[in-house]
């Protein structure tokens, strides 16, 4: 299965200029719907590292098409944002299927490793502020450049969650309770942006220096801007270090500084919180979308059943978020 | 009880046991990653056999209380929150609200920080 693999990774980049023997396949523990691999691309005893992003062909109802996160992260590297270089993309009826292959990024994308090796301890300070940065160019993009994205304002992203998770016929009093809230919260005052979508450790590569990169655009849509800013401070990417409210590594002070340094659109602490619970919620019924489709046997992953479980994560969130003033 | 001994949480246990000690240092790096995943659901399946009862009765007790209703599930009391029987402001609903969601995470995941958090 690897030597097909290979043959057709050798032919798809071959198709746009690049030559060479390819080696050293090998599976990366990716997101859960998509598969990774890394693999070398030697010519000439000159060898190039290289990853290949293949979607499985069966997306969740949020997700994007793989060869359109590849178009993405063409257009935001324009503006200096950090993502890897993209070098080929292939189409689902082509012999990769949707996915595309990209330069290889050295760093570290494992959210427990970087809150936990020494290599990154220099980095974490200054994360936050880079993160800011980054998320903020990403933020300013015109996005007439991105009308093959759907948009999705908060108060139908709102309802469609809403309704998504009536859809699972297993009412839950905190998710009812936080639909209630965020109903009755202003999410108005904005500027139609690109939005990453599930901008977070996991999603970011990261070196001794700080950030190098910004990968995972399944989730990308036109909407508001904010929605990346309360995602990346849920408390559902602290990985345990909740004292940490920028994805366990930073404080909030520090990535608005970078983000009101770049951006367009000021922000302020008070206009993040709404979209924390937003986040929080959101979170939960991805939770659920990914149980349940495990329970109904489109896909049968001890990933997705656990992540079933992962839903009380997020109540009791947004519990400490809306009573027990958690941060 | 008709079953002996180990019981089923002791059984979840072993197995726990054997997949950490005898598995994992001869699987490859994603697999590990994966057979993390699976500890993590036995444990989760082991408590709600050894405290699942006593958390649940413990909500249920709460929702005594505050829900006028002979049906006590979290489905009923979702539905009064929905259909706005019971004011959002009610402290009772909070408390409730946070008991559940305690109660609820310490069978799936009692390492968890928010949880952990609001223990101490």
């Not at chain 1, 309704?163 to 109903?183: D, G, R």
Request: net charge negative; glycine share 8%.
């Amino acid at each position: 299965m690897q030597e097909e693999l290979a043959s057709a990774l050798s032919k798809k980049l071959l198709e746009v200029g690049i030559e060479g023997k390819v080696s050293n396949l090998e599976p990366l523990t990716g997101g859960a719907s998509k598969e990774i691999w890394k693999f070398e691309v030697s010519k000439d005893k000159q060898s190039t590292k290289m990853i290949l992003r293949r979607g499985s062909g069966i997306e969740g109802p949020l997700a994007i098409k793989t060869a359109d996160e590849a178009r993405i992260q063409k257009e935001v590297i324009k503006v200096g944002a950090p993502v890897p270089t993209i070098l080929a993309v292939s189409k689902n009826e082509e012999e990769l299927g949707d996915s595309y292959i990209m330069n290889f990024v050295e760093g570290e994308s494992i959210a427990r490793k970087i809150l936990r090796d020494k290599e990154y301890k220099k980095a974490l300070p200054v994360l936050a502020y880079q993160c800011g940065e980054a998320i903020a160019r990403i933020h300013n993009v015109d996005v007439d450049n991105f009308s093959f994205l759907p948009k999705k304002p908060a108060e139908d992203q709102l309802e469609d969650l809403y309704s998504t998770y009536q859809s699972f016929e297993q009412p839950s009093p905190v998710f009812e309770y936080a639909y209630l809230w965020l109903k009755k919260q202003d999410f108005s005052n904005f500027q139609e942006s690109l939005v990453h979508g599930d901008f977070r450790l996991g999603n970011i590569i990261v070196n001794g220096e700080g950030l190098q990169s910004i990968i995972d655009w399944e989730l990308a849509h036109i909407g508001n801007p904010l929605q990346d800013l309360g995602w990346v401070c849920g408390n559902s990417w602290r990985f345990g270090k909740s004292d940490k409210v920028v994805g366990g590594f930073g404080e909030l002070e520090d990535l608005l500084e970078g983000y009101n340094s770049i951006s367009k659109l000021k922000v302020n602490k008070e206009m993040v919180k709404c979209w924390q619970v937003f986040g929080t919620f959101r979170w939960g019924v991805i939770c659920l979308i990914q149980a349940y489709a495990h329970l109904s046997g489109t896909i049968n992953s001890i990933e997705k059943a656990a992540i079933g479980r992962r839903v009380s994560e997020t109540e009791i969130d947004i519990v400490d978020l809306l009573f027990l003033g958690g941060e | 009880m008709i079953f002996d001994r180990p019981t089923s949480g002791e059984l979840i246990k072993a197995v726990m046991d054997f997949l950490d000690t005898k598995i994992k240092d001869e699987l490859p790096p994603h697999l590990a990653f994966k057979l993390r995943i699976t500890n993590n659901v036995l444990g989760m399946v082991q408590r709600e056999i050894e405290q699942g009862e006593t958390l649940q009765q413990e909500v249920y007790d709460a929702m005594q209380n505050l829900m006028h209703s002979d049906e006590l599930t979290t489905k009923k009391l979702a539905e009064l929150i929905k259909d706005g029987k019971i004011d959002l402001k009610d402290e009772d609903l909070k408390d409730l609200l946070v008991l559940l969601s305690k109660n609820k995470i310490e069978v799936d995941n009692p390492n968890y920080s928010t949880y952990k958090k609001l223990i101490k």
